[in-house]
């Protein structure tokens, strides 16, 4: 069996990933690929690092397109041949008009789990605007979700199953930039990508709403690197690119922020 304790020591989100590792020692001991429900970004991350420290099984996530936020998670043996084809996901219209009463993605997601389903068992949701919207959903919440789900704020809705290649996925709008900065700290950083002040930056991380690498930061004076992904709570994306450094020791930093 895996290393249960080993693997949990400093983990953020303990009961997501004990159960995870459940799952993993049911692939181990019946040869079988398991799914895991929809995971949250920061749950997938520190997922991936936990396993990535083992051999005896390989994992795989999918949510249905390639930028999803929400993935499930396939497990197998290492032995096991095992595709993102295998990851059981459902996609849904949900239809509607919505010119006079428009409807946010909360407001769909609200709808959903006011039918009585829990929000492991839903993915993304995209909102198409005046139409409704599109969820993703594990494929045994299809029949479930035509029955019940009547209604989005003051709009009648029709739910229908589709394709996953009929999602209408809006490429996220991307603006590179390039700052020269004192030092690496989060907030500096942070500050020139998303063109705020470093006061209001400093107290959005003190307020936990900036997440580097999906991981909840609150400390300004954090170091940030290549690589690193820094997300502000209905602000976008910003990733760091490549840092060097210029004559007077200063940190020329290319920026890539995602809107």
């Known amino acids: 069996m895996l290393p249960r304790e080993e693997l949990l020591k400093g983990v953020e989100n303990r009961a997501i990933v004990a159960h995870v590792i459940d799952r993993a020692e049911q692939a181990i001991k019946t040869w079988e690929i398991v799914l895991t ?35 499930r998670v396939a497990i197998a043996r290492s032995e096991v041949p095992l595709d993102p084809s295998q990851v059981e996901v ?19 997601l609200g709808a959903m789990l ?25 494929p045994e919440l299809v029949d479930f979700l ?28 991307k603006k590179e930039l390039t700052t020269v900065e004192a030092s690496l ?16 930056m400093a107290d959005l ?13 609150t400390q300004a004076s954090s170091q940030v690197k290549s ?12 990733e760091v690119g490549e840092i060097a450094v210029t004559k007077k020791e200063r940190y020329r930093v290319q920026l890539t922020r995602y809107m």
Request: proline share 3%; aromatic share 6%.
């Open 37 to 71: 429900d929809f995971l949250s970004p920061p749950e997938l991350v520190e997922i991936h690092q936990i396993f990535s420290r083992l051999t005896e099984v390989q994992l795989i996530a999918w949510g249905g397109y390639p930028q999803a936020e929400r993935q």
């Open 90 to 108: 459902a996609a849904l219209e949900i239809a509607g008009n919505f010119l006079f009463d428009t409807a946010t993605h909360r407001d769909f």
């Open 114 to 138: 006011g039918t009585g389903i829990v929000r492991d068992k839903t993915g993304d949701v995209i909102v198409l605007g005046e139409r409704g919207a599109q969820a993703i959903v594990v």
């Open 146 to 173: 035509e029955m019940n789900l009547k209604q989005v704020r003051s709009v009648p809705v029709k739910i229908q199953r589709i394709d996953l290649s009929e999602l209408k996925i809006r490429e996220p709008k």
């Open 185 to 200: 700290r989060l907030d500096a950083i942070a500050s020139a990508g998303f063109g705020m002040s470093r006061s209001k």
């Open 205 to 217: 991380i003190d307020a936990s709403d900036v997440r580097v690498n999906w991981k909840e930061v």
């Open 227 to 238: 690589g690193d992904l820094i997300a502000i709570r209905g602000k976008g994306r910003l």
